[in-house]
């Protein structure tokens, strides 16, 4: 075993590590949920669709003070439902891994909307950009990095985003809505078929015991 050997494969562990974790963190706070829930199908689904919606905008940090009000909106003026907690949840998939990476992605949409076709900035010029102005303010905490984060985005690159980011978002909705309202159902159903089995087998067990003198 080489030296190379011996460096590279912690490296391999830890990436694996990651990704388990990641997928770890996925599972328990988004479909955990979604297989626990005593509500209709539908009233989960849309609780995710809602979610999704407020994850895929440039609203870092505040999605889910715009799915609460979008809850009594819905709820008070429209007696339009939707799990709250659900909702919650789901707009974690825009985390600090997918945050950069979406936001540029909502710029480009935005810019190629907007017919700016020749004005499409770089992901590494964006990402220079960002971290240029966070080590300009020296060591900061969580909320002040975000902070600086979303001034930095809305100052050269948020009317873009802020169009770019409308196609996703109902895009993402509608998917989540119809993936999860698919994937609930089947899971009930799944959970009804083998408790249906269990009993015709304790049936048939109880059928077959010889009876006591």
């Known amino acids: 075993m080489t030296e190379a050997d011996q460096f590279e494969r912690p490296q ?14 996925c599972r328990y706070r988004l479909v955990v949920p979604l297989k626990r829930s005593v509500h209709s199908p539908e009233h989960v689904a849309r609780g995710v669709a809602v979610g999704v919606a407020w994850a895929l905008t440039p609203t870092v940090g505040i999605q889910m003070i715009f799915c609460l009000a979008t809850w009594v909106v819905a709820k008070r003026l429209f007696n339009w439902d939707f799990h709250l907690i659900i909702s919650l949840a789901w707009t974690w998939i825009t985390n600090v891994a997918t945050l950069l990476p979406s936001y540029y992605l909502f710029f480009l949409t935005g810019q190629l909307m907007l017919g700016r076709f020749d004005d499409l900035s770089g992901y590494n010029e964006f990402i220079s950009s960002y971290e240029k102005n966070v080590a300009a303010e020296g060591s900061v905490g969580y909320w002040e990095e975000i902070w600086l984060f979303v001034v930095l985005l809305f100052k050269g690159w948020g009317v873009p985003m ?43 067990m109880t059928k077959s015991s010889p009876p006591n003198d």
């Open 12 to 25: 391999r562990g830890q990436n694996i590590s990651r990704w388990e974790n990641f997928k770890r963190a």
């Open 162 to 204: 802020l169009i770019g980011c409308v196609p996703w978002a109902a895009l993402g909705g509608w998917a989540g809505y119809v993936w999860s309202l698919k994937f609930i159902k089947h899971h009930r159903e799944s959970k009804q078929r083998r408790a249906e089995r269990r009993r015709e087998k304790l049936e048939a």
